[in-house]
């Protein structure tokens, strides 16, 4: 069973940053995408950025754009760490944050279409606040 971990989540003043962590627990068969998304209280689940492990290509949202940078650790031979660096954050980014990875049999830029994603984590809870 493939196991997806978040970490990093927690209380940030406006303004601040943080760097969330997702370790996939193993390679997928096929071209494999990792993605970020979030869910804010009272709103719908929403992707923020994901990446083809292929050749490192990124697909950023409008939320994420200037902000949120997705990246994957390239020291690790298994490929299957990926980040997200926050940065000014505010209080609408509170929310749980999550990772969730795919493979396609075809090679495609990833996208954000939640129910091609087949493994998620549990989340990690962003807070917001002064």
């Known amino acids: 069973q493939v196991q997806v971990v978040e970490s990093g989540g927690g209380l940030v003043q406006p303004g601040g940053s943080l760097r969330l962590s997702c370790e996939v627990s193993?390679?997928?068969?096929?071209?494999?995408?990792i993605g970020w998304f979030r869910r804010a209280p009272g709103k719908e689940r929403e992707g923020l950025a994901c990446?083809?492990?292929?050749?490192?290509?990124?697909?950023?949202?409008k939320s994420a754009k200037g902000r949120f940078t997705i990246s994957a650790d390239d020291t690790k031979n298994t490929g299957n760490t990926v980040y997200l660096q926050m940065s000014d954050l505010r209080p609408e980014d509170t929310a749980v944050y999550y990772c969730?990875?795919?493979?396609?049999?075809?090679?495609?830029?990833?996208?954000?279409?939640?129910?091609?994603?087949?493994?998620w984590g549990q989340g990690t809870q962003v807070t917001v606040s002064s």
């Open positions: 969730a990875t795919y493979a396609s049999a075809i090679y495609d830029p990833c996208v954000f279409d939640s129910a091609m994603y087949d493994y």
């Open positions: 193993e390679i997928l068969l096929g071209y494999t995408a």
């Open positions: 990446i083809t492990r292929r050749d490192g290509r990124t697909h950023d949202s």
